[in-house]
């Protein structure tokens, strides 16, 4: 599977972006994904994840209310969208997908996206 995550850009404080995960070589249908962040001489940290079929997901509590994760098997494509942005969500944002019926929400997964820069001013 090829993960191609896009979407990411500059906005200001308050603002919304939406990301994309898209995956081509193999359906995505039947993998956990999971969206992973890093900020400048940060570890990469969890963000948000959701199972195979959509039914469960999950959020770092600092993005709770506020980002969304949502996933069109139809496209083969896992969404974030993003609202109400603070100038700490500013990282490189990672889609990252795992064949398994958990929400993934380590590191462990089977394949990594390039990654998409969020900038958010204040």
Not at 38 to 62: C, H, L, M
Not at 70 to 88: C, F, G, H, I, W
Not at 107 to 115: E, K, L, T
């Amino acid at each position: 599977v090829q993960l191609q995550a896009s979407g990411g850009g500059l906005v200001q404080a308050g603002g919304s972006l939406r990301l994309s995960c898209a995956a081509s070589g193999r359906t995505l249908s039947t993998y956990a994904v999971g969206w992973f962040r890093q900020a400048p001489g940060k570890e990469r940290e969890f963000v948000a994840a959701i199972s195979w079929n959509g039914v469960s997901t999950f959020y770092e509590d600092s993005v709770k209310g506020r980002f969304t994760i949502a996933r069109d098997n139809a496209k083969n494509t896992v969404y974030l969208q993003m609202n109400s942005l603070k100038p700490e969500d500013t990282a490189v944002y990672y889609c990252a997908c795992k064949r398994t019926t958990q929400v993934l929400i380590t590191g462990v997964a089977d394949y990594w996206g390039q990654g998409t820069l969020v900038t958010v001013s204040s």
